[in-house]
Nanobody, 126 residues
Framework: QVQLVESGGGLVQPGGSLRLSCEVS????????IGWFRQAPGKAREGVSC????????YYADFVKGRFTTSRDNAKNTAYLQMNSLKPEDTAVYYC???????????????????WGQGTQVTVSS
């Protein structure tokens, strides 16, 4: 049974930073791709970022480019989403997910992902 446990969400003021963690367990082999998604109240889920673990390729949605960074620690089976210069519009529940589709890049279409974390709330407000 694959499990993803997220942590690191919370309340932060505009301009502040948070780092989300996503620990993956229960897999016999390393997932190829880890994706980050978010869903704000009343809005559809949207892709934020992803990382291809084999080729170290990363992708960022335009609305977070230059502010968010995704990385991983293989020894800890954990991926991270470092979020800087946070804005009120970044407020959402953030999810990590894992996928095993082949290739050199990654995508943030949610239908490509097999397993999902429970989500962690990020609130940006003064």
């Amino acid at each position: 049974q694959v499990q993803l446990v997220e942590s690191g969400g919370g309340l932060v003021q505009p301009g502040g930073s948070l780092r989300l963690s996503c620990e993956v367990s229960g897999r016999d082999s390393e997932p190829l791709v880890i994706g980050w998604f978010r869903q704000a109240p009343g809005k559809a889920r949207e892709g934020v970022s992803c990382i291809n673990l084999k080729f170290d390729y990363t992708y960022y949605a335009d609305f977070v480019k230059g502010r968010f960074t995704t990385s991983r620690d293989n020894a800890k089976n954990t991926a991270y989403l470092q979020m800087n210069s946070l804005k009120p519009e970044d407020t959402a529940v953030y999810y990590c997910a894992v996928a095993s589709y082949p290739g050199h890049v990654c995508y943030t279409q949610s239908r490509l992902y097999d397993y999902w974390g429970q989500g962690t709330q990020v609130t940006v407000s003064s």
